[in-house]
């Protein structure tokens, strides 16, 4: 079955671009020019979503923000603004990644094609530490019986530190380790997810992630 992707972005150049270079990689592409017409779209059938933040009558912050808790595919932003507080805005209401325009096509398709691997992991086992259990095939986290809940991007650094308990990474091991996709230019992604599954965790009665100074991160 081919893999599905929706692109919602108000200019017409981009989302001809983004389609001529995703089709050639197999990929069924949906472009959508007005953001409010796309959140009442059945987005469950797609497999992520390329999603402008600068758009008239809907920004993609508040797209997200609307579509997440009955989507659960990849969102990646498309954003001109590179300030880090707009980038932890996006990564806390729900977003997985980021790809600052102007981008290049081989990073676009190295991102996305990165984003669709790690969703797509088969997993058949349960991996149990210190009262977490980790359901590897659902991608969930339950800890004394209750579910964290965390997005795709939260589980899968979840996922990457518990399966190499007591090993540090840094942050660009971490985003290469879970997206398969060196990024050498900016992983304020991984401090915001890291930050809020501790939120999460702290919340539940655990803290299992420990930071090593000057180094990264690793499971207690």
């Given amino acids: 079955m081919a893999v599905k992707i929706l692109v919602v972005d108000d200019e017409e150049n981009i989302l001809t671009l983004i389609r001529h270079a995703l089709e050639k990689d197999g990929y069924l592409i949906c472009t959508e020019s007005d953001p409010v017409q796309a959140a009442q ?8 979503i390329l999603l402008d933040v600068m758009m008239p009558g809907m920004d993609g912050f508040t797209f997200c923000e609307k579509i997440r808790e009955r989507v659960d595919c990849p969102i990646l932003f498309l954003t001109a603004k590179t300030a880090e507080k707009d980038i932890i805005l996006g990564l806390g209401l729900g977003g997985d990644d ?30 149990s530490i210190d009262g977490a259990e980790f359901r590897l095939q659902a991608k969930q986290v339950f800890y004394k019986g209750k579910e964290l809940a965390l997005t795709k991007g939260e589980y899968a650094i979840c996922e990457c530190l518990a399966l190499h ?9 971490i985003y290469e380790q879970v997206y398969g996709y060196d990024r050498d230019s900016d992983n304020s992604a ?19 992630i420990e930071t090593v100074w000057g180094i990264g991160y690793r499971w207690r």
């Fill in 41 to 48: 779209m059945n987005l469950v059938r797609y497999d992520l």
């Fill in 165 to 173: 308990r007591g090993q540090t990474f840094s942050r660009e091991q």
């Fill in 98 to 127: 980021y790809i600052t325009k102007p981008f290049g096509i081989e990073e676009l398709r190295a991102r996305v094609q990165a984003h669709l691997r790690r969703d797509r992991r088969e997993k058949k086992y349960i991996m």
């Fill in 190 to 208: 991984i401090t915001e997810h890291i930050k809020n599954i501790r939120a999460k965790c702290s919340k539940a009665g655990f803290a299992p």
